[in-house]
């Protein structure tokens, strides 16, 4: 059973560009979690789905952010005009319906140019 | 709000040493607690858990008990080994619809010495 995949593992923008980000939950999970990492500092939280839907979207910064969860296909976290303080590891996390344990991703290492 | 506070690193321990790594928590709620670890370069390893006061999660040789009274869930290993140096994060939630994120502490680095 393969586990929560995220892609690309490492990404490189310049200023300004636009950054997507993919993560694919564990076979069956439909619940999905979004997590920022900046350097020497813990997870924060910022978005949780349901297929079709945001759940909690507190920790997402106001402007430039947004997430998905479509019906087909992984979720995407997409950050518009990206700038220096993006840089970070950005972490998924799944869990099925039915529990709470989330299980993480390996992450996306954003770097911003 | 809900929050977390984890002992301050990095902490260097020598093989075989006792390891307890603190953490307090402040929830409005009757939180689940937790402990991950992080591995260089990896995504981040559920360790153990509690769900309720008093329950005592376990794994891998490590321990930590769900203590109310004093809002805590201190980390603790009897003999650490080289192969547990990662960075260890404590995490609560409170598993209420709409409300099941996870709140993680800063983390602890810890590197064991041969």
């Known amino acids: 059973n393969a586990g929560v995949m995220q892609n690309p593992r490492h990404l490189v923008r310049r200023r300004g560009q636009e950054a997507r980000l993919r993560c694919s939950p564990m076979k069956g999970h439909s619940h999905v979690y979004w997590y920022r990492q900046l350097p020497e500092e813990g997870l924060k939280f910022m978005v949780y789905l349901q297929k079709e839907n945001i759940i909690d979207e507190s920790g997402m910064p106001k402007e430039r952010f947004s997430a998905e969860f479509p019906k087909e296909g992984p979720s995407i976290l997409r950050i518009q005009q990206v700038v220096r303080g993006d840089s970070a590891a950005y972490f998924c996390?799944?869990?099925?319906?039915?529990?709470?344990?989330?299980?993480f991703g390996p992450g996306t290492r954003l770097t911003v140019t | 709000g809900d929050s977390v506070t984890q002992m301050e690193g990095p902490v260097t321990l020598s093989e075989e040493a006792f390891l307890t790594i603190n953490c307090t928590y402040t929830?409005?709620?009757?939180?689940?607690l937790f402990w991950y670890v992080q591995y260089p370069g990896e995504g981040l390893q559920l360790l153990l858990k509690?769900?309720?006061?008093?329950d005592k999660g376990s794994n891998k040789g490590f321990e930590a008990t769900y203590r109310k009274e004093t809002t805590s869930f201190h980390l603790e290993k009897g003999s650490v080994q080289v192969s547990d140096s990662a960075v260890y994060f404590c995490a609560l939630s409170l598993f209420d619809f709409g409300n099941e994120k996870l709140t993680f502490g800063t983390g602890t680095r810890l590197t064991i010495i041969p």
């Open positions: 509690a769900t309720k006061a008093d």
């Open positions: 929830a409005t709620g009757y939180p689940s």
């Open positions: 996390a799944s869990s099925p319906s039915d529990s709470y344990e989330q299980y």
